[in-house]
């Protein structure tokens, strides 16, 4: 994975693209000047840091005099290091910076100073492997273009999880989906103690052709909310499965549902009440009770 420097005009999407890179699983530090772009590189190597990004620009002006030093050296020890400059005509930087009411580094008058900045800059832009002309793009095409420039397209994680509405639903998914409506588990005694990922459990689930088609149902939506959030620039989606306890349904579907969405590279994350379900005081049978017992015992439904 490559050390990149960003650079470029103020004003042409260098803060667009420092998020684009962080939300990519980037490092970032901002306002760098190139005599520390070494010592970075040697303290992220330090902490087991792949993904490192680093920004200079005008801001630091007064440290670019070891600009050519500090990349003849840094580029000596990674040979992927890469320099990124983005530029974009006078006229779009100006109406960005009246929509922003910004004031330029350089401090002079808006016009005056994107001139000289394109002069203070040119060693930069000089040396850069990628110059992208962010005139005509969006913010959302900017960072489209960046993650396939660096080839961070794919790192896009569909993250699933189980739990219990007894418990109350997790704050921070993006998608809670409820599949209450499954046949439960929870009324056979054989059954009752265990949970969705056992085989016969999951086999209960699923026994009956409605209880497929509403998975497949379930299934195609969550795909659909899952890729819509990738092409909107998102590099993760939460789906939180749920059903009463967090035992049984919840549990076989999201497992179910990691399985048939590895091409979203799903990940199950957790069994949130899968645990706390089992310990519940009433939900293990008692050596020695009775069926009639255990029944009275069970409850409500999970």
């Known amino acids: 994975m490559p ?4 650079s470029g005009l103020s004003g042409s999407g260098k ?11 980037f490092f970032i530090t901002d306002n760098l000047p190139p005599e520390l772009w070494g010592s970075m590189h040697d303290l992220a190597t330090a902490r087991g840091l792949e ?7 005008a801001r630091t002006r007064d440290f670019l005099a ?3 030093d500090s990349y003849v050296r840094l580029s000596r020890r990674r ?3 890469r320099v990124l400059f983005l530029e974009a005509d006078a006229e779009v930087l100006l109406r960005r910076y009246n929509l922003t009411r910004r004031e330029h580094p350089l401090g002079d008058t808006l016009m005056v ?3 000289r900045e394109r002069e203070l800059l040119s060693p930069l832009r000089s040396i850069a492997d990628t110059v992208i002309d962010t005139t005509n793009l969006t913010a959302r095409e900017l960072a489209d273009r960046v993650l396939h420039t660096f080839r961070l397209e794919h790192d896009f994680h569909l993250r699933l999880m189980s739990f219990g509405f007894k418990h109350a639903p997790p704050r921070d998914a993006d998608l809670v989906v409820d599949v209450r409506t499954l046949p439960n588990p929870y009324y056979d005694p054989a059954l009752r103690p265990r949970t969705g990922l056992d085989r016969d459990v999951a086999d209960y689930v699923f026994r009956d052709p409605e209880s ?6 379930v299934r195609e939506f969550v795909r659909t909310s899952a890729e819509r959030a990738r092409k909107s620039g998102r590099h993760g989606y939460t789906v939180a499965v749920g059903c009463t306890g967090g035992q049984h349904r919840s549990v076989a579907v999201a497992a ?3 399985r048939d969405l590895g091409d979203l590279n799903a990940l199950l994350t957790d069994h949130r009440d899968m645990k706390v379900d089992l310990q519940a005081s009433g939900d293990l049978p008692q050596a020695g009770a009775s069926a009639p017992e255990e029944a009275k015992k069970a409850g409500a439904a999970r």
């Open 3 to 6: 050390f990149i420097v960003v």
């Open 15 to 25: 803060s667009t693209v420092l998020r684009a890179l962080e939300d990519a699983g």
């Open 51 to 57: 993904r490192v990004a680093v920004s200079t620009d």
């Open 66 to 68: 070891a600009l050519e």
């Open 79 to 81: 040979e992927d290091l």
């Open 113 to 115: 100073d994107f001139a």
């Open 212 to 217: 497929e088609v509403f998975y497949e149902e």
């Open 256 to 258: 179910r549902l990691t």
